[in-house]
């Protein structure tokens, strides 16, 4: 077991996003941010672990925390929608712009296997709803407003 303290390489955006869920889990049960020690998940177990300086160990069931993280990466690809904007639909297909890097990436909301809805990384990879998904439901949404106007 390797605890975050012990790592050598740089934490990546999810570890970031892992430490600031766990952190905010400790807020909501009055314990502060300087108070933690270490942080693990036993896997056979499934429980994350915050250990305390004080020597006080506080276990949170995974499947709860993994929700948790799961709607706070949901917000985080809400907010980078913004980024993206659709440019062409073709039926049931609609090609999305990502403004921060100008690559267009394809997004087909109807596929049954979430993993193949739209072409990035982060869908094909994660299996996770993606900005550009994000994107295409805002822009469903203007639509159906707009003709409910007219």
Known sequence: M????????????HQRGMIAAVINLCEDFSIAANDIWTIYVHEETSVLWVHLYNGAQLPFD???????????????RVQKADECKVIAVEGKRYTVLNTSNNNNYTVEPHRVFSNQRCTCMDCRKRNQVCKHQVAVKRYQLSLSETLAVR
Request: proline share 4%; glycine share 0%; with cysteine.
């Open 62 to 76: 995974c499947d709860w925390f993994r929700e948790e993280l799961n709607n706070l990466r949901l917000q985080q």
């Open 2 to 13: 390797t605890t975050l303290a012990q790592r050598k390489s740089p934490l990546t955006n």
